[in-house]
């Protein structure tokens, strides 16, 4: 008599669809993976300026002439805030909107659709 794993001498064939299903599982993953890490960086505080405050190179950059909850006035240009806005101090550190000012320095990014996505303080020189 013979054993459970051999059956009159032809191999087991593999069912494709749960071949199809693996697959298209194990690509999702990946690719849920991938973009989860690639949006992590994106919105991450820039660093690397040798005197402790974050590189950047910035869309718009001036004197803020306005700031309001929903944008900002910066080097004559008016600008809507993205919903998920971010603010950050002239070290890096996330700080809120309203601990910006009338006549503060300061740099925004752009997100593709045109909004501020990032609003940075400048540090004095």
Same mark, same amino acid.
């Given at each position: 008599?013979?054993?459970?794993?051999h059956?009159?001498g032809?191999?087991?064939?593999?069912d494709?669809?749960k071949?199809?299903?693996r697959?298209?599982a194990?690509?999702?993953?990946?690719?849920?993976?991938?973009?989860?890490f690639?949006?992590?960086?994106?919105?991450?505080?820039?660093? +690397?300026?040798g005197? #402790?405050s974050?590189?950047?190179?910035?869309?718009?950059?001036?004197? !803020?002439a306005? /700031?309001?909850?929903e944008?900002?006035?910066l080097a004559?240009?008016?600008?809507?805030?993205s919903?998920?806005?971010?603010f950050?101090?002239?070290?890096?550190?996330r700080i809120?909107?309203?601990?910006?000012d009338? +006549?503060q320095k300061a #740099?925004?990014?752009?997100?593709k659709?045109?909004?501020?996505?990032q !609003?940075r303080? /400048?540090?004095p020189?």
């Amino acid at each position: 008599m013979r054993g459970p794993s051999h059956r009159s001498g032809r191999r087991a064939r593999k069912d494709p669809m749960k071949k199809t299903i693996r697959c298209t599982a194990s690509l999702l993953i990946l690719f849920f993976t991938v973009t989860a890490f690639a949006g992590e960086i994106v919105s991450r505080p820039a660093s +690397g300026g040798g005197d #402790g405050s974050p590189s950047v190179k910035f869309h718009y950059m001036g004197y !803020l002439a306005r /700031i309001t909850d929903e944008g900002i006035v910066l080097a004559g240009k008016k600008l809507l805030f993205s919903p998920k806005v971010e603010f950050y101090s002239g070290t890096g550190k996330r700080i809120s909107r309203y601990d910006f000012d009338k +006549g503060q320095k300061a #740099g925004c990014l752009l997100g593709k659709d045109g909004r501020v996505v990032q !609003l940075r303080e /400048i540090l004095p020189d």
